[in-house]
Protein backbone atom coordinates (compact mmCIF):
# COMPACT_ATOMS: atom_id res chain seq x y z
CA UNK A 1 0.00 0.00 0.00
CA UNK A 2 1.13 3.78 -0.89
CA UNK A 3 0.51 5.79 1.72
CA UNK A 4 1.80 9.18 3.22
CA UNK A 5 1.37 10.56 6.62
CA UNK A 6 1.65 14.11 7.41
CA UNK A 7 5.38 14.61 7.55
CA UNK A 8 4.36 14.82 3.85
CA UNK A 9 1.08 16.19 3.76
CA UNK A 10 1.52 19.03 5.81
CA UNK A 11 4.32 20.25 3.55
CA UNK A 12 2.85 22.24 0.73
CA UNK A 13 5.59 21.51 -1.93
CA UNK A 14 6.00 18.06 -1.18
CA UNK A 15 2.36 17.02 -1.15
CA UNK A 16 1.50 18.93 -4.12
CA UNK A 17 4.36 17.43 -6.26
CA UNK A 18 2.22 13.64 -5.96
CA UNK A 19 -0.60 13.24 -7.53
CA UNK A 20 -2.96 10.78 -7.72
CA UNK A 21 -4.81 9.13 -10.67
CA UNK A 22 -7.95 7.03 -11.35
CA UNK A 23 -9.66 6.31 -14.35
CA UNK A 24 -13.03 4.88 -16.09
CA UNK A 25 -11.31 2.38 -19.04
CA UNK A 26 -12.99 5.05 -21.68
CA UNK A 27 -10.37 7.53 -21.40
CA UNK A 28 -11.96 9.31 -18.97
CA UNK A 29 -10.37 9.80 -15.37
CA UNK A 30 -9.99 11.86 -12.19
CA UNK A 31 -7.01 13.62 -10.34
CA UNK A 32 -5.17 16.21 -8.03
CA UNK A 33 -2.45 16.52 -5.61
CA UNK A 34 -2.52 13.99 -2.69
CA UNK A 35 -4.14 17.08 -0.37
CA UNK A 36 -6.68 17.95 -3.36
CA UNK A 37 -5.22 21.17 -4.68
CA UNK A 38 -5.51 21.54 -8.10
CA UNK A 39 -2.59 22.53 -9.65
CA UNK A 40 -3.20 21.55 -13.19
CA UNK A 41 -5.88 22.51 -15.23
CA UNK A 42 -6.25 18.73 -16.40
CA UNK A 43 -7.34 17.89 -12.77
CA UNK A 44 -10.56 17.32 -11.66
CA UNK A 45 -12.79 15.05 -10.16
CA UNK A 46 -15.04 13.69 -13.10
CA UNK A 47 -12.64 14.50 -16.49
CA UNK A 48 -15.06 12.51 -19.41
CA UNK A 49 -14.30 11.31 -22.23
CA UNK A 50 -17.69 12.32 -24.60
CA UNK A 51 -15.93 10.79 -27.60
CA UNK A 52 -14.44 7.72 -26.13
CA UNK A 53 -11.14 7.10 -25.49
CA UNK A 54 -10.91 10.68 -26.57
CA UNK A 55 -13.08 14.33 -26.70
CA UNK A 56 -12.18 14.72 -22.87
CA UNK A 57 -13.97 17.99 -20.96
CA UNK A 58 -13.37 19.14 -17.26
CA UNK A 59 -16.90 18.81 -15.94
CA UNK A 60 -16.57 18.97 -12.22
CA UNK A 61 -13.17 20.37 -11.13
CA UNK A 62 -13.40 19.92 -7.01
CA UNK A 63 -15.64 19.94 -3.85
CA UNK A 64 -15.51 22.66 -1.31
CA UNK A 65 -15.72 21.04 2.01
CA UNK A 66 -16.03 22.07 5.58
CA UNK A 67 -16.77 20.58 8.77
CA UNK A 68 -19.07 22.50 11.32
CA UNK A 69 -18.59 21.51 14.74
CA UNK A 70 -20.73 23.60 17.49
CA UNK A 71 -20.91 25.93 15.04
CA UNK A 72 -17.34 26.28 14.42
CA UNK A 73 -16.28 25.78 10.81
CA UNK A 74 -13.22 23.55 9.67
CA UNK A 75 -12.07 24.07 6.02
CA UNK A 76 -10.62 20.80 4.40
CA UNK A 77 -9.90 21.87 0.55
CA UNK A 78 -7.09 23.66 -0.16
CA UNK A 79 -6.42 26.27 -3.41
CA UNK A 80 -3.90 28.29 -4.91
CA UNK A 81 -5.28 32.23 -5.58
CA UNK A 82 -2.63 35.09 -5.97
CA UNK A 83 -0.24 35.08 -3.33
CA UNK A 84 -1.88 32.58 -0.87
CA UNK A 85 -2.91 29.34 -0.04
CA UNK A 86 -6.44 29.31 1.28
CA UNK A 87 -8.23 27.64 2.53
CA UNK A 88 -5.33 25.21 4.19
CA UNK A 89 -7.49 21.80 5.01
CA UNK A 90 -4.30 19.57 4.40
CA UNK A 91 -3.13 21.25 7.91
CA UNK A 92 -5.89 18.58 9.18
CA UNK A 93 -4.94 16.30 7.23
CA UNK A 94 -3.36 13.21 8.94
CA UNK A 95 -3.18 10.76 5.83
CA UNK A 96 -3.09 9.64 1.72
CA UNK A 97 -3.21 6.23 0.81
CA UNK A 98 -4.07 3.81 -2.17
CA UNK A 99 -6.76 1.31 -1.15
CA UNK A 100 -7.60 0.46 -3.51
CA UNK A 101 -9.08 4.11 -4.49
CA UNK A 102 -7.49 7.36 -3.03
CA UNK A 103 -8.42 7.78 0.57
CA UNK A 104 -8.23 10.64 2.51
CA UNK A 105 -7.72 10.97 6.33
CA UNK A 106 -8.47 14.09 8.47
CA UNK A 107 -8.44 14.99 12.31
CA UNK A 108 -10.77 17.96 13.55
CA UNK A 109 -11.38 18.29 17.25
CA UNK A 110 -11.58 14.53 18.08
CA UNK A 111 -13.28 13.35 14.88
CA UNK A 112 -12.08 11.51 11.98
CA UNK A 113 -13.35 11.67 8.37
CA UNK A 114 -12.22 9.45 5.97
CA UNK A 115 -13.09 10.71 2.31
CA UNK A 116 -12.66 7.78 -0.73
CA UNK A 117 -12.77 8.76 -4.70
CA UNK A 118 -13.35 6.05 -7.24
CA UNK A 119 -14.45 5.86 -10.75
CA UNK A 120 -17.29 3.65 -11.84
CA UNK A 121 -15.78 1.74 -14.67
CA UNK A 122 -17.08 2.31 -18.40
CA UNK A 123 -18.98 5.04 -16.99
CA UNK A 124 -18.57 8.62 -17.20
CA UNK A 125 -18.99 8.87 -13.44
CA UNK A 126 -16.87 9.71 -9.83
CA UNK A 127 -17.84 8.01 -6.64
CA UNK A 128 -17.21 10.22 -3.60
CA UNK A 129 -17.58 8.80 0.12
CA UNK A 130 -17.14 10.05 3.24
CA UNK A 131 -17.04 8.08 6.45
CA UNK A 132 -16.55 9.29 9.89
CA UNK A 133 -15.62 7.89 13.20
CA UNK A 134 -15.25 8.26 16.62
CA UNK A 135 -17.65 10.11 19.40
CA UNK A 136 -19.69 13.91 18.31
CA UNK A 137 -19.73 15.65 21.33
CA UNK A 138 -22.17 18.21 20.09
CA UNK A 139 -23.55 18.77 17.06
CA UNK A 140 -21.48 18.40 13.75
CA UNK A 141 -22.18 18.82 10.14
CA UNK A 142 -20.61 18.53 6.66
CA UNK A 143 -21.09 21.49 3.62
CA UNK A 144 -20.22 20.27 0.15
CA UNK A 145 -19.84 23.00 -2.59
CA UNK A 146 -19.32 21.60 -6.03
CA UNK A 147 -17.26 23.69 -8.19
CA UNK A 148 -17.68 23.25 -11.94
CA UNK A 149 -15.32 24.23 -15.05
CA UNK A 150 -17.35 22.47 -18.72
CA UNK A 151 -14.45 22.84 -21.04
CA UNK A 152 -11.75 21.38 -23.23
CA UNK A 153 -9.62 19.76 -20.85
CA UNK A 154 -6.95 21.74 -22.52
CA UNK A 155 -8.28 24.75 -22.15
CA UNK A 156 -9.17 27.15 -19.07
CA UNK A 157 -12.81 28.98 -17.85
CA UNK A 158 -13.47 32.53 -16.67
CA UNK A 159 -16.84 34.10 -15.42
CA UNK A 160 -19.10 34.69 -18.24
CA UNK A 161 -22.69 35.47 -18.67
CA UNK A 162 -23.02 32.25 -20.75
CA UNK A 163 -23.45 30.18 -18.07
CA UNK A 164 -27.09 28.69 -17.40
CA UNK A 165 -26.93 28.80 -13.34
CA UNK A 166 -30.54 26.56 -13.20
CA UNK A 167 -30.68 23.83 -11.29
CA UNK A 168 -32.89 20.69 -10.70
CA UNK A 169 -33.58 19.35 -7.62
CA UNK A 170 -35.36 15.82 -6.15
CA UNK A 171 -34.71 14.49 -3.16
CA UNK A 172 -31.57 12.38 -3.82
CA UNK A 173 -31.15 14.20 -7.33
CA UNK A 174 -29.40 17.38 -8.34
CA UNK A 175 -28.69 18.04 -11.95
CA UNK A 176 -27.14 20.68 -13.41
CA UNK A 177 -26.58 22.12 -17.29
CA UNK A 178 -24.68 25.25 -17.88
CA UNK A 179 -24.00 25.06 -21.46
CA UNK A 180 -25.94 23.81 -24.08
CA UNK A 181 -23.28 22.03 -26.11
CA UNK A 182 -22.15 20.20 -22.80
CA UNK A 183 -23.32 16.80 -21.02
CA UNK A 184 -25.97 17.12 -18.29
CA UNK A 185 -23.98 16.50 -14.99
CA UNK A 186 -26.06 14.92 -12.04
CA UNK A 187 -24.94 14.51 -8.53
CA UNK A 188 -26.87 11.86 -6.87
CA UNK A 189 -25.97 11.88 -3.20
CA UNK A 190 -27.88 10.86 0.12
CA UNK A 191 -30.26 12.89 2.21
CA UNK A 192 -29.19 16.29 2.94
CA UNK A 193 -29.99 20.27 2.70
CA UNK A 194 -29.85 21.93 -0.55
CA UNK A 195 -29.33 25.13 -1.19
CA UNK A 196 -29.29 26.78 -5.12
CA UNK A 197 -27.59 29.99 -5.23
CA UNK A 198 -24.81 29.60 -7.33
CA UNK A 199 -21.42 32.05 -7.69
CA UNK A 200 -17.78 32.08 -9.04
CA UNK A 201 -14.99 31.48 -7.39
CA UNK A 202 -12.88 33.75 -9.31
CA UNK A 203 -8.49 33.55 -9.61
CA UNK A 204 -8.21 29.71 -9.23
CA UNK A 205 -4.17 29.55 -9.98
CA UNK A 206 -2.36 25.83 -11.39
CA UNK A 207 1.33 26.55 -10.47
CA UNK A 208 2.64 23.18 -12.74
CA UNK A 209 0.86 25.56 -15.92
CA UNK A 210 2.63 28.77 -15.33
CA UNK A 211 5.77 26.60 -14.95
CA UNK A 212 5.43 25.80 -18.24
CA UNK A 213 4.41 28.69 -19.72
CA UNK A 214 0.49 28.10 -20.31
CA UNK A 215 -2.91 29.84 -19.13
CA UNK A 216 -2.79 29.48 -15.31
CA UNK A 217 -5.83 30.91 -14.32
CA UNK A 218 -9.69 29.96 -13.96
CA UNK A 219 -12.58 30.71 -12.25
CA UNK A 220 -14.85 28.21 -11.41
CA UNK A 221 -18.57 28.36 -10.87
CA UNK A 222 -20.70 26.60 -7.73
CA UNK A 223 -23.77 26.05 -8.81
CA UNK A 224 -25.57 24.55 -5.23
CA UNK A 225 -24.24 23.61 -1.98
CA UNK A 226 -25.50 20.35 0.29
CA UNK A 227 -25.35 20.12 3.79
CA UNK A 228 -25.31 16.49 5.65
CA UNK A 229 -25.68 16.42 9.33
CA UNK A 230 -23.35 14.14 10.68
CA UNK A 231 -23.92 11.25 13.79
CA UNK A 232 -21.65 8.50 14.66
CA UNK A 233 -20.23 6.59 12.16
CA UNK A 234 -22.17 8.28 9.38
CA UNK A 235 -21.65 7.41 5.84
CA UNK A 236 -22.07 9.87 3.13
CA UNK A 237 -21.78 9.31 -0.71
CA UNK A 238 -21.97 11.99 -3.82
CA UNK A 239 -22.00 10.25 -7.14
CA UNK A 240 -21.46 12.78 -10.16
CA UNK A 241 -22.43 11.55 -14.01
CA UNK A 242 -23.26 12.61 -17.23
CA UNK A 243 -26.01 9.59 -17.11
CA UNK A 244 -28.73 8.64 -14.53
CA UNK A 245 -26.34 8.36 -11.43
CA UNK A 246 -29.43 6.93 -9.55
CA UNK A 247 -28.49 3.29 -10.95
CA UNK A 248 -24.98 3.50 -10.22
CA UNK A 249 -25.41 4.51 -5.79
CA UNK A 250 -24.70 1.09 -4.95
CA UNK A 251 -21.24 1.02 -7.29
CA UNK A 252 -18.07 0.01 -5.81
CA UNK A 253 -14.19 0.35 -7.24
CA UNK A 254 -13.68 -2.62 -9.74
CA UNK A 255 -10.43 -3.20 -9.32
CA UNK A 256 -8.31 -3.95 -6.52
CA UNK A 257 -4.53 -3.86 -5.83
CA UNK A 258 -2.36 -6.70 -6.81
CA UNK A 259 -1.33 -8.77 -4.01
CA UNK A 260 1.39 -11.19 -3.30
CA UNK A 261 4.67 -11.32 -4.67
CA UNK A 262 6.99 -8.40 -5.07
CA UNK A 263 5.22 -4.85 -4.08
CA UNK A 264 6.74 -3.19 -7.20
CA UNK A 265 5.80 -5.35 -9.80
CA UNK A 266 1.92 -5.84 -7.90
CA UNK A 267 1.79 -2.10 -8.17
CA UNK A 268 2.83 -1.44 -11.96
CA UNK A 269 0.22 -4.47 -12.76
CA UNK A 270 -2.11 -2.40 -10.78
CA UNK A 271 -1.21 0.73 -12.79
CA UNK A 272 -1.36 -1.07 -16.29
CA UNK A 273 -4.93 -1.41 -16.07
CA UNK A 274 -5.57 2.87 -16.07
CA UNK A 275 -4.21 2.75 -19.92
CA UNK A 276 -6.82 0.14 -21.51
CA UNK A 277 -9.36 1.62 -22.78
CA UNK A 278 -12.37 1.53 -24.99
CA UNK A 279 -12.54 2.50 -28.50
CA UNK A 280 -15.87 1.81 -30.18
CA UNK A 281 -16.62 -1.86 -29.16
CA UNK A 282 -12.61 -2.76 -29.13
CA UNK A 283 -9.91 -1.65 -26.72
CA UNK A 284 -7.21 0.75 -27.40
CA UNK A 285 -4.33 1.92 -25.18
CA UNK A 286 -3.94 5.62 -23.85
CA UNK A 287 -0.77 6.67 -24.39
CA UNK A 288 -0.36 8.96 -20.93
CA UNK A 289 -2.13 11.26 -18.68
CA UNK A 290 -3.18 13.24 -18.56
CA UNK A 291 -2.49 14.57 -22.29
CA UNK A 292 -2.41 12.32 -24.39
CA UNK A 293 -4.67 9.83 -26.80
CA UNK A 294 -4.33 6.45 -28.15
CA UNK A 295 -1.13 6.78 -30.64
CA UNK A 296 -0.14 3.36 -32.75
CA UNK A 297 3.51 3.70 -32.05
CA UNK A 298 3.04 3.92 -27.74
CA UNK A 299 0.07 0.96 -27.80
CA UNK A 300 2.22 -1.33 -30.01
CA UNK A 301 5.16 -1.01 -27.36
CA UNK A 302 3.04 -0.51 -24.16
CA UNK A 303 1.05 -4.14 -25.49
CA UNK A 304 3.33 -6.83 -24.23
CA UNK A 305 3.80 -5.25 -20.90
CA UNK A 306 0.29 -3.77 -19.79
CA UNK A 307 -2.00 -7.14 -21.48
CA UNK A 308 0.37 -10.19 -22.33
CA UNK A 309 2.65 -10.15 -18.44
CA UNK A 310 -0.75 -9.66 -17.28
CA UNK A 311 -2.47 -12.18 -18.96
CA UNK A 312 -5.15 -10.12 -20.53
CA UNK A 313 -4.96 -11.76 -23.70
CA UNK A 314 -8.87 -10.97 -25.09
CA UNK A 315 -8.18 -7.85 -24.47
CA UNK A 316 -4.99 -7.86 -26.44
CA UNK A 317 -6.30 -9.12 -29.54
CA UNK A 318 -9.55 -6.45 -29.62
CA UNK A 319 -6.82 -4.02 -29.32
CA UNK A 320 -4.56 -5.35 -32.49
CA UNK A 321 -8.07 -6.15 -34.18
CA UNK A 322 -8.71 -2.10 -33.95
CA UNK A 323 -5.60 -0.84 -35.30
CA UNK A 324 -5.79 -3.46 -38.03
CA UNK A 325 -9.27 -1.99 -39.27
CA UNK A 326 -7.06 1.33 -39.49
CA UNK A 327 -4.18 -0.16 -41.71
CA UNK A 328 -4.30 2.28 -44.76
CA UNK A 329 -1.50 1.92 -47.48
CA UNK A 330 0.52 -0.43 -45.19
CA UNK A 331 0.89 2.09 -42.33
CA UNK A 332 -1.08 2.12 -39.22
CA UNK A 333 -2.14 5.54 -37.90
CA UNK A 334 0.32 7.47 -35.44
CA UNK A 335 -2.54 8.60 -33.39
CA UNK A 336 -5.93 9.45 -33.42
CA UNK A 337 -6.74 13.28 -32.89
CA UNK A 338 -8.55 14.54 -30.08
CA UNK A 339 -11.06 16.00 -32.81
CA UNK A 340 -12.37 14.11 -35.25
CA UNK A 341 -12.07 10.93 -36.28
CA UNK A 342 -9.49 11.25 -38.78
CA UNK A 343 -6.70 8.84 -38.25
CA UNK A 344 -2.70 10.39 -39.14
CA UNK A 345 -0.24 8.24 -40.76
CA UNK A 346 2.87 10.04 -40.01
CA UNK A 347 4.80 7.51 -38.30
CA UNK A 348 7.45 4.82 -39.56
CA UNK A 349 7.76 2.69 -36.66
CA UNK A 350 4.18 1.95 -35.12
CA UNK A 351 3.59 -0.14 -38.19
CA UNK A 352 6.47 -2.05 -36.93
CA UNK A 353 6.07 -2.51 -33.52
CA UNK A 354 2.86 -4.40 -34.90
CA UNK A 355 4.89 -6.80 -36.00
CA UNK A 356 6.41 -7.60 -32.48
CA UNK A 357 3.42 -7.16 -30.36
CA UNK A 358 1.72 -9.92 -32.81
CA UNK A 359 4.89 -11.88 -32.32
CA UNK A 360 4.45 -11.42 -28.31
CA UNK A 361 0.88 -12.53 -28.82
CA UNK A 362 1.72 -15.76 -29.82
CA UNK A 363 4.74 -16.41 -27.55
CA UNK A 364 2.39 -15.34 -24.55
CA UNK A 365 -0.84 -17.59 -26.39
CA UNK A 366 0.51 -19.88 -29.50
CA UNK A 367 -2.84 -18.62 -31.19
CA UNK A 368 -1.37 -19.22 -34.47
CA UNK A 369 -4.62 -19.56 -36.11
CA UNK A 370 -6.10 -15.88 -34.51
CA UNK A 371 -3.28 -14.77 -36.30
CA UNK A 372 -3.73 -16.58 -39.53
CA UNK A 373 -7.24 -16.12 -39.48
CA UNK A 374 -7.65 -12.36 -38.56
CA UNK A 375 -4.12 -10.59 -39.04
CA UNK A 376 -1.70 -12.48 -41.12
CA UNK A 377 -3.74 -10.87 -44.55
CA UNK A 378 -2.96 -7.78 -43.43
CA UNK A 379 0.81 -8.18 -42.50
CA UNK A 380 1.30 -9.03 -46.19
CA UNK A 381 -0.34 -6.36 -47.25
CA UNK A 382 1.79 -4.00 -45.26
CA UNK A 383 5.36 -6.02 -46.37
CA UNK A 384 4.39 -5.59 -49.55
CA UNK A 385 3.53 -1.68 -49.34
CA UNK A 386 7.08 -1.21 -47.11
CA UNK A 387 8.88 -3.04 -50.59
CA UNK A 388 6.92 -1.04 -53.35
CA UNK A 389 6.79 2.57 -50.85
CA UNK A 390 3.85 4.26 -49.11
CA UNK A 391 3.68 7.77 -47.59
CA UNK A 392 6.92 9.89 -46.74
CA UNK A 393 9.29 8.04 -48.74
CA UNK A 394 9.33 4.96 -46.72
CA UNK A 395 10.46 2.40 -48.96
CA UNK A 396 12.97 -0.16 -49.15
CA UNK A 397 15.89 0.72 -50.38
CA UNK A 398 18.60 -1.45 -53.09
CA UNK A 399 20.21 -2.66 -49.52
CA UNK A 400 17.13 -4.48 -48.07
CA UNK A 401 17.03 -1.42 -45.10
CA UNK A 402 14.24 0.37 -44.94
CA UNK A 403 14.73 3.87 -45.84
CA UNK A 404 12.12 6.74 -45.02
CA UNK A 405 12.04 10.82 -44.95
CA UNK A 406 10.93 13.75 -45.74
CA UNK A 407 12.03 17.43 -44.97
CA UNK A 408 9.78 18.85 -41.79
CA UNK A 409 8.42 15.33 -41.33
CA UNK A 410 9.16 13.31 -38.00
CA UNK A 411 8.48 9.60 -38.36
CA UNK A 412 10.39 8.16 -35.45
CA UNK A 413 9.39 8.25 -31.74
CA UNK A 414 11.95 11.09 -31.78
CA UNK A 415 9.58 13.45 -33.30
CA UNK A 416 9.56 16.87 -31.60
CA UNK A 417 9.72 19.85 -33.63
CA UNK A 418 9.55 23.50 -32.46
CA UNK A 419 7.14 25.29 -35.50
CA UNK A 420 8.94 24.03 -38.98
CA UNK A 421 12.39 23.28 -37.03
CA UNK A 422 12.77 19.36 -36.87
CA UNK A 423 14.63 19.09 -33.43
CA UNK A 424 16.43 15.77 -34.20
CA UNK A 425 16.25 14.89 -38.24
CA UNK A 426 16.69 11.47 -38.67
CA UNK A 427 15.53 11.15 -42.49
CA UNK A 428 17.18 8.47 -43.89
CA UNK A 429 17.34 5.17 -42.23
CA UNK A 430 17.67 5.04 -38.55
CA UNK A 431 18.83 2.37 -36.74
CA UNK A 432 16.15 1.10 -34.65
CA UNK A 433 13.96 0.99 -37.86
CA UNK A 434 16.17 -1.64 -39.18
CA UNK A 435 16.34 -3.58 -36.64
CA UNK A 436 12.51 -3.17 -36.43
CA UNK A 437 12.20 -3.68 -40.17
CA UNK A 438 14.26 -7.05 -39.92
CA UNK A 439 12.50 -8.56 -37.21
CA UNK A 440 9.17 -7.95 -39.21
CA UNK A 441 10.52 -10.17 -41.86
CA UNK A 442 11.85 -12.61 -39.92
CA UNK A 443 8.15 -12.65 -37.99
CA UNK A 444 6.80 -12.94 -41.52
CA UNK A 445 9.20 -15.87 -42.40
CA UNK A 446 8.10 -17.67 -39.17
CA UNK A 447 4.50 -17.32 -40.01
CA UNK A 448 4.42 -17.99 -43.53
CA UNK A 449 6.36 -21.31 -43.18
CA UNK A 450 3.86 -22.17 -40.44
CA UNK A 451 0.91 -21.24 -42.82
CA UNK A 452 2.01 -23.26 -45.80
CA UNK A 453 2.54 -19.43 -47.59
CA UNK A 454 4.91 -19.85 -50.50
CA UNK A 455 6.58 -16.57 -49.55
CA UNK A 456 8.21 -17.81 -46.84
CA UNK A 457 11.39 -18.11 -48.97
CA UNK A 458 11.27 -14.55 -50.13
CA UNK A 459 10.62 -13.35 -46.58
CA UNK A 460 13.62 -14.89 -45.03
CA UNK A 461 16.03 -13.61 -48.20
CA UNK A 462 14.83 -10.20 -48.02
CA UNK A 463 15.92 -10.47 -43.98
CA UNK A 464 19.26 -11.80 -44.98
CA UNK A 465 19.84 -9.08 -47.25
CA UNK A 466 19.04 -6.57 -44.42
CA UNK A 467 21.11 -7.50 -41.85
CA UNK A 468 24.01 -7.90 -44.75
CA UNK A 469 23.51 -4.42 -44.94
CA UNK A 470 22.94 -3.34 -41.72
CA UNK A 471 26.21 -4.57 -40.77
CA UNK A 472 27.80 -3.02 -43.28
CA UNK A 473 27.16 0.05 -42.43
CA UNK A 474 25.69 1.44 -39.14
CA UNK A 475 29.32 0.01 -37.06
CA UNK A 476 31.14 3.17 -35.73
CA UNK A 477 34.55 1.73 -35.44
CA UNK A 478 35.54 5.39 -34.03
CA UNK A 479 33.01 4.92 -31.25
CA UNK A 480 32.26 1.61 -30.49
CA UNK A 481 28.99 1.36 -30.80
CA UNK A 482 26.24 2.17 -33.57
CA UNK A 483 25.36 5.14 -35.90
CA UNK A 484 22.30 6.52 -34.48
CA UNK A 485 20.92 7.05 -38.33
CA UNK A 486 22.66 6.76 -42.00
CA UNK A 487 21.31 8.93 -45.20
CA UNK A 488 23.35 8.25 -47.80
CA UNK A 489 26.61 9.25 -47.13
CA UNK A 490 26.11 10.87 -44.10
CA UNK A 491 26.95 9.25 -40.74
CA UNK A 492 24.82 10.42 -37.57
CA UNK A 493 27.43 9.69 -34.73
CA UNK A 494 24.99 10.89 -32.14
CA UNK A 495 25.05 8.86 -29.12
CA UNK A 496 21.63 8.14 -28.25
CA UNK A 497 19.38 4.64 -27.20
CA UNK A 498 18.02 3.37 -30.36
CA UNK A 499 20.64 1.41 -31.27
CA UNK A 500 19.56 -0.62 -27.93
CA UNK A 501 16.58 -1.60 -30.10
CA UNK A 502 19.41 -3.43 -32.61
CA UNK A 503 20.53 -5.80 -29.38
CA UNK A 504 17.28 -6.04 -27.59
CA UNK A 505 14.46 -7.98 -30.08
CA UNK A 506 13.66 -11.08 -31.26
CA UNK A 507 16.09 -11.46 -33.89
CA UNK A 508 19.09 -9.31 -33.06
CA UNK A 509 20.70 -7.69 -35.29
CA UNK A 510 24.08 -6.96 -33.27
CA UNK A 511 25.57 -10.04 -30.65
CA UNK A 512 28.69 -11.09 -29.55
CA UNK A 513 32.11 -8.34 -29.09
CA UNK A 514 30.15 -5.74 -30.94
CA UNK A 515 26.77 -5.91 -28.71
CA UNK A 516 29.05 -6.07 -25.75
CA UNK A 517 31.05 -2.75 -26.75
CA UNK A 518 27.43 -1.14 -27.38
CA UNK A 519 26.44 -2.03 -23.75
CA UNK A 520 29.37 -0.56 -22.52
CA UNK A 521 28.75 2.62 -24.24
CA UNK A 522 25.05 3.15 -23.26
CA UNK A 523 25.74 2.08 -19.45
CA UNK A 524 28.72 4.70 -19.52
CA UNK A 525 26.91 7.54 -21.38
CA UNK A 526 23.15 6.74 -20.77
CA UNK A 527 22.12 4.34 -18.25
CA UNK A 528 20.51 6.55 -15.18
CA UNK A 529 18.48 4.72 -12.42
CA UNK A 530 15.19 5.80 -14.15
CA UNK A 531 16.15 5.07 -17.51
CA UNK A 532 18.08 5.14 -20.63
CA UNK A 533 19.56 9.02 -21.56
CA UNK A 534 18.00 9.95 -25.29
CA UNK A 535 21.32 11.87 -26.33
CA UNK A 536 25.20 11.76 -24.10
CA UNK A 537 25.81 14.02 -21.50
CA UNK A 538 29.32 14.52 -23.34
CA UNK A 539 27.68 15.76 -26.60
CA UNK A 540 27.65 19.55 -27.38
CA UNK A 541 23.65 19.47 -28.13
CA UNK A 542 22.86 17.24 -24.63
CA UNK A 543 20.65 19.16 -22.43
CA UNK A 544 20.12 18.25 -18.63
CA UNK A 545 16.96 19.92 -18.36
CA UNK A 546 13.01 19.75 -19.10
CA UNK A 547 11.80 22.99 -18.53
CA UNK A 548 10.35 26.67 -19.64
CA UNK A 549 7.88 26.66 -21.91
CA UNK A 550 6.44 24.73 -24.62
CA UNK A 551 8.87 25.93 -27.26
CA UNK A 552 12.09 25.03 -25.45
CA UNK A 553 11.10 22.03 -23.99
CA UNK A 554 9.88 20.47 -27.07
CA UNK A 555 13.55 21.51 -28.26
CA UNK A 556 14.89 19.23 -25.69
CA UNK A 557 12.41 16.72 -25.69
CA UNK A 558 14.89 14.18 -27.13
CA UNK A 559 18.07 15.73 -26.44
CA UNK A 560 18.83 13.98 -22.87
CA UNK A 561 16.03 13.65 -21.16
CA UNK A 562 15.59 10.19 -19.58
CA UNK A 563 12.85 7.77 -20.93
CA UNK A 564 12.13 5.21 -18.72
CA UNK A 565 10.43 3.31 -21.33
CA UNK A 566 13.50 2.53 -22.57
CA UNK A 567 14.88 0.33 -19.78
CA UNK A 568 12.84 -2.41 -21.09
CA UNK A 569 15.07 -2.55 -24.38
CA UNK A 570 18.57 -2.28 -22.68
CA UNK A 571 17.40 -5.25 -20.42
CA UNK A 572 16.35 -7.09 -23.36
CA UNK A 573 19.60 -6.63 -24.73
CA UNK A 574 21.52 -6.89 -21.27
CA UNK A 575 20.45 -10.55 -20.91
CA UNK A 576 20.66 -11.28 -24.74
CA UNK A 577 24.63 -10.42 -24.63
CA UNK A 578 25.15 -11.42 -20.72
CA UNK A 579 23.06 -14.07 -20.12
CA UNK A 580 19.90 -14.04 -18.37
CA UNK A 581 21.87 -14.77 -14.77
CA UNK A 582 23.64 -11.39 -15.04
CA UNK A 583 20.75 -9.74 -15.95
CA UNK A 584 18.78 -10.99 -13.68
CA UNK A 585 20.80 -9.34 -10.73
CA UNK A 586 21.49 -6.28 -12.44
CA UNK A 587 18.11 -5.70 -13.04
CA UNK A 588 17.01 -6.97 -9.43
CA UNK A 589 19.30 -3.96 -8.39
CA UNK A 590 18.20 -1.10 -10.49
CA UNK A 591 14.49 -2.04 -9.53
CA UNK A 592 15.19 -1.33 -6.02
CA UNK A 593 16.35 2.06 -6.70
CA UNK A 594 13.15 2.70 -8.70
CA UNK A 595 10.96 1.90 -6.25
CA UNK A 596 11.03 5.62 -4.78
CA UNK A 597 9.92 6.98 -8.18
CA UNK A 598 6.17 5.04 -7.51
CA UNK A 599 6.22 7.29 -4.29
CA UNK A 600 6.95 10.69 -6.62
CA UNK A 601 4.99 12.35 -9.39
CA UNK A 602 1.71 10.34 -9.90
CA UNK A 603 1.88 7.58 -6.83
CA UNK A 604 2.05 4.63 -8.06
CA UNK A 605 2.40 4.83 -11.83
CA UNK A 606 5.90 5.41 -13.87
CA UNK A 607 6.32 9.40 -15.48
CA UNK A 608 7.21 9.98 -19.32
CA UNK A 609 10.18 11.51 -18.60
CA UNK A 610 12.65 12.67 -16.35
CA UNK A 611 15.66 15.45 -16.38
CA UNK A 612 18.98 13.64 -17.53
CA UNK A 613 20.75 15.59 -15.14
CA UNK A 614 20.42 14.13 -11.30
CA UNK A 615 18.42 14.08 -9.17
CA UNK A 616 16.29 12.99 -12.75
CA UNK A 617 12.93 15.16 -11.55
CA UNK A 618 9.77 13.56 -13.00
CA UNK A 619 8.55 15.78 -15.89
CA UNK A 620 6.03 15.58 -18.60
CA UNK A 621 2.88 13.18 -18.34
CA UNK A 622 2.74 12.24 -14.38
CA UNK A 623 1.61 8.31 -15.79
CA UNK A 624 3.14 6.69 -19.28
CA UNK A 625 1.56 3.74 -20.82
CA UNK A 626 5.01 2.29 -21.84
CA UNK A 627 6.74 3.30 -19.36
CA UNK A 628 4.96 0.97 -17.09
CA UNK A 629 4.69 -1.69 -19.80
CA UNK A 630 8.42 -1.93 -20.21
CA UNK A 631 9.46 -2.49 -16.81
CA UNK A 632 6.58 -5.18 -16.62
CA UNK A 633 7.18 -6.76 -19.76
CA UNK A 634 11.50 -6.77 -18.91
CA UNK A 635 10.77 -8.20 -15.68
CA UNK A 636 8.31 -10.70 -16.88
CA UNK A 637 11.18 -11.92 -19.30
CA UNK A 638 14.25 -11.74 -16.96
CA UNK A 639 13.41 -11.90 -13.14
CA UNK A 640 10.35 -15.08 -13.53
Known amino acids: MISFGSNILNNLDAATSRE ?42 KLEETLIINGKRFDLS ?20 LDPCPIFAYEVSGLHLEKSIFMVQGKNTTVIDYQLQGNILGAASLEIRPLVAFRDYHSTTHENDALNPSVETSERLTTIKPYGDLPALHFAHTKCELETK ?81 RGRGKTIIAGYHWFGDWGRDTMIALPGLMLTTKRYEEAKSVLLEFAKYVDKGMLPNRFPDAGETAEYNTVDATLWFFQAIRALLKHTNQYDFVRDSLFPVLKVIIDWHVRGTRYNIHVDHDGLLES ?24 KPVEIQALWYNALRVMEHLAEKYDDPDHEMYGAMADKARQGFNQLFWNETASCLYDVVNGNERDASVRPNQVIALSLEYPLVSGDRARQVMEVIE ?91 PHAPKGCVAQAWSVAEILRAADEILV
Not at 25 to 50: D, E, K, Q
Request: hydrophobic content about 40%; overall charge negative.
Open 78 to 97: ANQYPGVVDPRGFEFQTGFR
Open 198 to 278: GFWYRRFQYAIERERGLDFEEDLFSPFLMRFDLFPQSRLRILSSTEDPTLLLDSKPAYGRSTGGDELIATLTTAADQFIVA
Open 524 to 614: RELLTPRGLRTLSPQDLQYRGRYEGDGAHRDSVYHQGTVWPWLIGPYFSAYAKTFGKDQAKVVLSNWLADFRQHLLEACVGQVSEILDGDA
Open 20 to 61: WLETNGLGGFASSTIIGLNTRRYHGLLVAATKPPVGRVVLLS
Open 405 to 428: GEPGVQLTWMDAKVGDLVITPRNG
